[in-house]
Protein backbone atom coordinates (compact mmCIF):
# COMPACT_ATOMS: atom_id res chain seq x y z
CA UNK A 1 0.00 0.00 0.00
CA UNK A 2 1.07 3.67 -0.35
CA UNK A 3 0.88 5.76 2.40
CA UNK A 4 0.66 9.28 2.51
CA UNK A 5 2.85 11.10 4.98
CA UNK A 6 1.47 14.56 6.21
CA UNK A 7 3.04 16.47 9.00
CA UNK A 8 2.91 19.58 10.49
CA UNK A 9 2.85 21.73 13.30
CA UNK A 10 -0.94 21.45 13.75
CA UNK A 11 -1.59 23.96 15.82
CA UNK A 12 -4.53 24.07 15.27
CA UNK A 13 -5.06 21.25 12.63
CA UNK A 14 -7.10 23.21 10.05
CA UNK A 15 -10.27 22.69 7.19
CA UNK A 16 -6.44 22.90 5.16
CA UNK A 17 -5.39 19.91 6.38
CA UNK A 18 -8.18 18.12 6.11
CA UNK A 19 -9.03 19.08 2.32
CA UNK A 20 -5.28 18.28 1.59
CA UNK A 21 -5.90 14.20 3.26
CA UNK A 22 -9.16 13.46 1.55
CA UNK A 23 -7.66 15.23 -1.82
CA UNK A 24 -4.64 12.80 -1.47
CA UNK A 25 -6.87 9.96 -0.82
CA UNK A 26 -8.98 11.02 -3.69
CA UNK A 27 -6.52 10.98 -5.73
CA UNK A 28 -5.75 7.09 -6.03
CA UNK A 29 -2.27 7.86 -5.38
CA UNK A 30 -2.09 6.34 -1.34
CA UNK A 31 -4.44 4.13 0.33
CA UNK A 32 -3.77 5.89 3.50
CA UNK A 33 -2.82 9.31 5.46
CA UNK A 34 -0.87 9.29 8.64
CA UNK A 35 -0.70 12.79 10.00
CA UNK A 36 2.34 13.52 11.89
CA UNK A 37 2.69 16.45 14.24
CA UNK A 38 5.99 17.46 14.82
CA UNK A 39 8.08 18.17 18.08
CA UNK A 40 10.51 21.25 17.08
CA UNK A 41 9.49 22.07 13.31
CA UNK A 42 12.78 22.87 11.24
CA UNK A 43 10.80 25.75 9.62
CA UNK A 44 8.87 26.91 11.79
CA UNK A 45 10.33 29.74 14.70
CA UNK A 46 7.30 30.50 16.50
CA UNK A 47 8.15 30.23 20.49
CA UNK A 48 4.36 30.47 21.46
CA UNK A 49 3.43 26.79 19.98
CA UNK A 50 0.98 24.90 21.74
CA UNK A 51 1.63 21.95 23.77
CA UNK A 52 2.60 18.43 22.51
CA UNK A 53 -0.58 16.78 24.05
CA UNK A 54 -3.07 19.65 22.85
CA UNK A 55 -1.58 19.11 19.49
CA UNK A 56 -1.51 15.74 19.57
CA UNK A 57 -5.29 15.29 20.45
CA UNK A 58 -6.20 18.13 17.95
CA UNK A 59 -5.06 15.74 15.31
CA UNK A 60 -6.40 12.53 16.67
CA UNK A 61 -9.58 14.65 16.42
CA UNK A 62 -8.81 15.92 12.55
CA UNK A 63 -8.52 12.24 11.53
CA UNK A 64 -11.49 11.19 12.89
CA UNK A 65 -13.17 12.88 10.38
CA UNK A 66 -11.46 10.57 7.80
CA UNK A 67 -11.51 7.38 6.57
CA UNK A 68 -8.53 5.63 6.75
CA UNK A 69 -6.78 8.45 8.38
CA UNK A 70 -4.46 7.97 11.71
CA UNK A 71 -2.32 9.51 13.83
CA UNK A 72 1.16 9.11 14.77
CA UNK A 73 3.79 10.36 17.66
CA UNK A 74 6.96 9.08 16.13
CA UNK A 75 8.19 12.81 16.00
CA UNK A 76 7.05 14.07 19.45
CA UNK A 77 9.08 10.81 20.96
CA UNK A 78 12.10 11.60 19.08
CA UNK A 79 14.13 14.80 21.28
CA UNK A 80 15.07 17.34 18.92
CA UNK A 81 14.16 19.35 15.61
CA UNK A 82 11.65 17.21 13.94
CA UNK A 83 14.10 16.02 10.73
CA UNK A 84 11.56 14.25 7.94
CA UNK A 85 14.49 11.99 7.00
CA UNK A 86 14.54 10.66 10.49
CA UNK A 87 11.09 10.60 10.72
CA UNK A 88 10.91 8.62 7.65
CA UNK A 89 13.31 5.96 8.48
CA UNK A 90 11.08 5.23 12.04
CA UNK A 91 8.02 4.65 9.56
CA UNK A 92 10.08 1.91 7.58
CA UNK A 93 10.43 0.35 10.61
CA UNK A 94 6.94 -0.16 11.68
CA UNK A 95 5.78 -0.43 7.64
CA UNK A 96 8.21 -2.24 5.99
CA UNK A 97 6.04 -3.75 2.77
CA UNK A 98 4.77 -0.60 2.39
CA UNK A 99 5.26 2.26 0.09
CA UNK A 100 5.97 5.63 1.90
CA UNK A 101 5.04 9.00 -0.09
CA UNK A 102 4.95 12.69 1.33
CA UNK A 103 2.09 14.62 1.04
CA UNK A 104 3.09 18.70 0.99
CA UNK A 105 1.41 21.91 -0.99
CA UNK A 106 3.05 23.04 -3.97
CA UNK A 107 4.79 26.61 -2.18
CA UNK A 108 6.75 23.22 -0.21
CA UNK A 109 7.71 22.03 -3.72
CA UNK A 110 9.07 25.14 -4.73
CA UNK A 111 11.41 25.03 -1.66
CA UNK A 112 12.05 21.18 -2.04
CA UNK A 113 15.61 21.85 -2.40
CA UNK A 114 16.35 23.76 1.44
CA UNK A 115 14.72 20.63 2.85
CA UNK A 116 17.98 18.59 5.07
CA UNK A 117 18.26 15.49 3.63
CA UNK A 118 16.36 16.53 0.42
CA UNK A 119 17.85 13.83 -2.23
CA UNK A 120 17.33 11.02 0.31
CA UNK A 121 13.67 11.96 0.90
CA UNK A 122 13.10 11.66 -2.72
CA UNK A 123 14.10 8.33 -2.50
CA UNK A 124 12.72 7.45 1.00
CA UNK A 125 9.38 8.91 0.01
CA UNK A 126 8.97 10.53 -3.26
CA UNK A 127 6.58 13.65 -2.65
CA UNK A 128 2.86 13.89 -3.55
CA UNK A 129 2.35 17.49 -4.67
CA UNK A 130 -1.13 19.06 -4.20
CA UNK A 131 -1.39 21.69 -6.91
CA UNK A 132 -5.27 23.61 -6.29
CA UNK A 133 -7.61 24.68 -9.19
CA UNK A 134 -5.37 27.32 -11.70
CA UNK A 135 -2.23 27.47 -9.87
CA UNK A 136 0.52 27.56 -12.33
CA UNK A 137 3.91 26.47 -11.24
CA UNK A 138 7.37 28.31 -12.53
CA UNK A 139 8.16 27.68 -15.42
CA UNK A 140 11.25 25.28 -14.99
CA UNK A 141 9.78 23.30 -12.09
CA UNK A 142 10.24 19.70 -12.87
CA UNK A 143 13.60 20.78 -15.13
CA UNK A 144 15.37 23.13 -14.13
CA UNK A 145 14.02 24.11 -10.50
CA UNK A 146 13.89 23.62 -7.76
CA UNK A 147 17.50 24.42 -8.89
CA UNK A 148 19.62 22.53 -6.15
CA UNK A 149 18.52 19.44 -6.95
CA UNK A 150 20.19 17.50 -9.94
CA UNK A 151 17.41 16.55 -13.32
CA UNK A 152 16.27 13.36 -11.72
CA UNK A 153 15.56 14.84 -8.46
CA UNK A 154 13.24 17.41 -10.23
CA UNK A 155 11.58 14.57 -12.37
CA UNK A 156 10.74 12.53 -9.16
CA UNK A 157 9.33 15.93 -7.30
CA UNK A 158 7.30 16.85 -10.62
CA UNK A 159 5.69 13.28 -11.29
CA UNK A 160 4.38 13.54 -7.92
CA UNK A 161 1.60 16.17 -8.55
CA UNK A 162 -2.29 15.41 -7.71
CA UNK A 163 -5.10 18.03 -8.09
CA UNK A 164 -7.30 19.47 -4.87
CA UNK A 165 -10.08 21.42 -4.93
CA UNK A 166 -9.42 24.94 -3.54
CA UNK A 167 -9.76 26.09 0.11
CA UNK A 168 -11.25 29.37 1.22
CA UNK A 169 -8.84 29.55 4.12
CA UNK A 170 -5.61 31.29 4.95
CA UNK A 171 -3.40 30.12 7.73
CA UNK A 172 -2.53 33.43 8.67
CA UNK A 173 -6.63 34.78 9.26
CA UNK A 174 -7.10 31.90 11.44
CA UNK A 175 -3.98 32.78 13.75
CA UNK A 176 -5.16 36.35 13.50
CA UNK A 177 -8.35 34.92 15.09
CA UNK A 178 -6.92 32.94 17.48
CA UNK A 179 -4.82 35.62 19.12
CA UNK A 180 -7.86 37.68 20.23
CA UNK A 181 -11.52 37.05 21.27
CA UNK A 182 -13.33 34.30 19.04
CA UNK A 183 -16.44 32.30 19.13
CA UNK A 184 -17.61 28.76 18.18
CA UNK A 185 -18.94 29.86 15.35
CA UNK A 186 -16.22 32.01 14.25
CA UNK A 187 -13.99 29.01 14.37
CA UNK A 188 -16.20 26.98 12.45
CA UNK A 189 -14.58 28.63 9.54
CA UNK A 190 -11.27 27.52 9.94
CA UNK A 191 -11.30 24.16 11.94
CA UNK A 192 -13.74 20.75 11.68
CA UNK A 193 -16.65 20.87 14.53
CA UNK A 194 -14.85 18.36 17.19
CA UNK A 195 -11.76 20.30 16.94
CA UNK A 196 -13.82 24.17 17.28
CA UNK A 197 -15.16 22.20 20.25
CA UNK A 198 -11.94 21.30 21.68
CA UNK A 199 -10.40 24.95 21.68
CA UNK A 200 -13.54 26.18 23.45
CA UNK A 201 -13.60 23.54 25.72
CA UNK A 202 -9.87 24.01 26.79
CA UNK A 203 -9.01 27.79 26.09
CA UNK A 204 -6.12 26.98 24.82
CA UNK A 205 -5.83 29.90 22.60
CA UNK A 206 -6.70 32.23 25.35
Same mark, same amino acid.
Given at each position: MNIGILGGTFDPPHNGHLNLARAALASGKV??????PSNIPPHK?????SSIEHRLRMTELLAGNIDCAI???IELRLSGVS???? +??? =????IYPNDHLRLVIGADMALIFDTWKFAPELLQLAPPLIAARPGYKFP???????PAG? +??? =?????ADGIFPINETDLSSTQLRE???????????????PKNIAEYI?????YH
Amino acid at each position: MNIGILGGTFDPPHNGHLNLARAALASGKVGRVIFIPSNIPPHKSRADISSIEHRLRMTELLAGNIDCAIVSDIELRLSGVSYTRN +TIE =ELEKIYPNDHLRLVIGADMALIFDTWKFAPELLQLAPPLIAARPGYKFPEGFGKSLPAGL +TVA =ERKILADGIFPINETDLSSTQLRELLSGDFSYQQLLAFVPKNIAEYIIDTKIYH
